[in-house]
């Protein structure tokens, strides 16, 4: 069964970096065609879509953020990344990561990572 | 960019069936995924592909489209299904999630 653990700091000041990992376990990133994404949802909203990443290191964002979103892959510690940057309180939100299976369905998510953005 | 919607809230009475739906230009030539998601825990994938059940998800959980309407179908509904709901397509290279639905169980 796969597992999927965001971590990093939960609180980020206002214009620096937002920076999380999210550790797969259960198999290996490599195995399979899929894509690892990350997804946030602010308290009382909807779910927004960040951006994914196969193992190629090819990558696709949400061209809302696209300018400000970094995602990478460690194979070899079985990871993946993200960094957003010039963050604002409205980047305050839980900050999901996910497996991307076929059809682009999330089969697989952590259990979230709140992060908040405040000085 | 290609944009879904859903309403707000749904209401269904206890043992009756709801039926949740989200709306998008031609969206029923896309894929369309449904997610349930109760407080404080992360969501759970229960209809993929339009009308696939994931192993483990209830059969009273089924999928529909129509049109610019896809819809999720919860019958004889239980207070156990009391949660968020949130209908996602994938376009364009973008994930594109609703802004979800609250459904009540009365």
């Known amino acids: 069964q796969v597992q999927l653990q965001e971590s990093g700091p939960g609180l980020v000041k206002p214009s620096q970096t937002l920076s999380l990992t999210c550790t797969v376990s259960?198999?290996?990133?490599?195995?399979?065609?899929?894509?690892w994404s990350w997804i946030r949802q602010p308290a009382g909203k909807g779910l927004e879509w960040i951006g994914r990443i196969y193992t190629s290191g090819y990558t696709n964002y949400n061209p809302s953020l696209k300018s400000r979103v970094t995602i990478t892959v460690d194979t070899s510690k079985n990871q993946f990344s993200l960094m957003l940057s010039s963050v604002t309180a409205a980047d305050t939100a839980v900050y999901y990561c996910?497996?991307?299976?076929?059809?682009?369905?999330?089969?697989?998510w952590g259990q979230g990572a709140p992060v908040t953005v405040s000085s | 960019s290609y944009e879904v919607t859903q309403p707000l809230s749904v209401s269904v009475a206890l043992g009756q069936t709801a039926r949740l739906t989200c709306g998008g230009n031609n969206i029923e030539y896309k894929n369309v995924h449904w997610y349930q998601q109760k407080p404080g825990q992360a969501p759970v994938l229960v209809i993929y592909r339009v009308d696939n059940r994931p192993s483990g998800i209830s059969e009273r959980f089924s999928g529909s489209t129509s049109g610019n309407t896809a819809s999720l179908i919860i019958s004889r509904a239980q207070a156990g299904d009391e949660a968020d709901y949130h209908c996602?397509?994938?376009?364009?290279?973008?994930?594109?999630f609703g802004g979800g639905t609250k459904l009540t169980v009365l």
């Open positions: 996910a497996r991307e299976g076929s059809s682009s369905r999330f089969e697989y």
């Open positions: 996602q397509v994938w376009d364009s290279d973008t994930v594109v």
């Open positions: 259960g198999g290996s990133m490599s195995s399979g065609s899929y894509f």
